[in-house]
T-cell receptor, first 114, second 114 residues
């Protein structure tokens, strides 16, 4: 079974621009969660989508948004990029129900903001 | 709120040494506990899990027991190998209250020397 895939793997953007990251979950999984990983703050939860609805949200500004499509694929958008948004962005998928809440992670997208 | 605290690294061991990485948590409700491992340049891999008190998770020679009385989930391995060198993250989820949100500890870097 194919794992979680994320595209692109690497991105370089300029401050003020916007960026869209994509995540394809494991087949059958309905939940996709997004995390930001930085050396200073560690791993922080951004938000979770389940069946096209945002089910949970972390403490990030409104510049960070996401959505999920009917095939469970998810996108994350960051508008008006700041230097501090440079990070590894990880997505994880799970069944998201009583069947299992185990999360499986993709390889991440490394975003560099200059 | 819920939180996870791990022992600080880096931890440096010789091959075949015994490994313990301490993890304690604070949570309301009935969390599930996880250990994830991250190799350089990669995403997180689920190493083991425990979903209720006194459960023992195990995988690839690693073990951890969910201790509710001490709110701990320490990771152990009897004989480490060079290939175990990575960053290890302890995490908790409270799926019935917080859906797919994982809360991570700060990570512990392990370096195993031949």
């Amino acid at each position: 079974k194919a794992g979680v895939t994320q595209t692109p793997r690497y991105l370089i953007k300029t401050r003020g621009q916007q960026v869209t990251l994509s995540c394809s979950p494991i087949s059958g999984h309905r939940s996709v969660s997004w995390y930001q990983q930085t050396p200073g703050q560690g791993l922080q939860f951004l938000f979770e989508y389940f069946s096209e609805t945002q089910r949970n949200k972390g403490n990030f500004p409104g510049r960070f948004s996401g959505r999920q499509f009917s095939n469970s694929r998810s996108e994350m958008n960051v508008s008006t990029l700041e230097l501090g948004d440079s990070a590894l962005y990880l997505c994880a998928s799970s069944w998201g129900s009583d069947r299992s809440y185990e999360q499986y992670f993709g390889p991440g997208t490394r975003l560099t903001v200059t | 709120g819920n939180s996870v605290t791990q022992m600080e690294g880096p931890v440096t061991l010789s091959e075949e040494a015994f490994l313990t990485i301490n993890c304690t948590y604070t949570a309301t409700g009935y969390p599930s506990l996880f250990w994830y491992v991250q190799y350089p340049g990669e995403g997180l891999q689920l190493l083991l899990k425990a979903t209720k008190a006194d459960d023992k998770g195990s995988n690839k020679g690693f073990e951890a027991t969910y201790r509710k009385e001490t709110t701990s989930f320490h990771l152990e391995k009897g004989s480490v190998q060079v290939s175990d060198s990575a960053v290890y993250f302890c995490a908790l989820s409270d799926p019935y209250n917080q859906g797919g949100k994982l809360i991570f500890g700060q990570g512990t870097e392990l370096s195993v020397k031949p």
